[in-house]
Structure formats: structure tokens, C-alpha cells
């Protein structure tokens, strides 16, 4: 399956609606989406992850990229819409512990 990235601003808040799998051959084209917004010193990144089945070490490394980087600049990075067998992967690792993570998009907005 084809990756598709779409963002959209709304309120100094940046949605990266990403659609497919995630692993290392697509990964370069998440990380450069995040980078870019990085950059500009986005200050909140949200990652909708409700439409990508699959997601490999790869694409969890780009995920904690962005998260450090928007760090430095006290920016907010978080995901929502994680489908069971991508959640499962950030429990093990417990980098659950590590990105605020949120059932749904209204969540990642109210927090």
C-alpha cells in the first residue's frame, strides 16, 4: 500500500494525517513531513496514525525524531488513532510511558 501524508493547520495546530504502512522504505517521507514542520517551529504536531496498519522499528524511530526535536523548542508532539497492532508496539517498548497518545483526535485537542 502507498503511503499519502496530508497535513492541516488549524489554530497554530498542525495535523499530519498519516495513511498506509509505515516502515523503512516510507518512513524517509514521514520524517521529512515532521522535519519540515519541526523547522518551522510548529508549535503542535498532531500524528493521526487511525489509517496506517502497520508500523515498523523504523517508523517508531521517526516518531521519537520528531518528539525530540519538537521537544528542544518546548513544542507539543502527540499521536492519536492508533489501531491495536501499532498501540502494541509503543506498549512493549514503552514508549507509551513516552508520547501522550490519545484514543481519538477531540482527546489530542482538549489535553
Known amino acids: ?3 499519502e501524508i496530508t497535513t492541516e493547520e488549524i489554530d497554530q495546530k498542525v495535523f499530519v494525517n ?3 504502512e509505515v516502515d523503512l522504505y516510507s518512513s524517509p ?3 521529512k513531513k515532521i522535519f519540515d514542520l519541526v523547522k518551522k517551529k510548529a508549535p503542535v504536531i498532531l ?3 487511525e489509517k496506517v496498519k502497520y508500523m515498523d522499528s523504523s517508523g517508531v524511530a521517526t516518531l521519537i525524531e520528531g518528539l525530540q526535536q519538537c ?3 518546548n513544542g507539543r ?3 492519536y488513532g492508533l489501531q491495536d497492532n501499532v498501540r502494541e508496539v509503543f506498549e512493549l517498548t514503552r514508549l507509551d510511558k513516552i508520547f501522550e497518545i490519545y484514543s481519538d483526535r477531540e482527546s489530542a485537542l482538549k489535553n
Do not use: D, S
Request: no cysteine; charged share 20%.
Open 1 to 3: 500500500m502507498n503511503l
Open 18 to 20: 498519516i495513511k498506509g
Open 29 to 31: 517521507e514521514v520524517r
Open 47 to 49: 500524528i493521526n496514525l
Open 71 to 73: 521537544n528542544k523548542y
Open 77 to 79: 508532539f502527540a499521536l
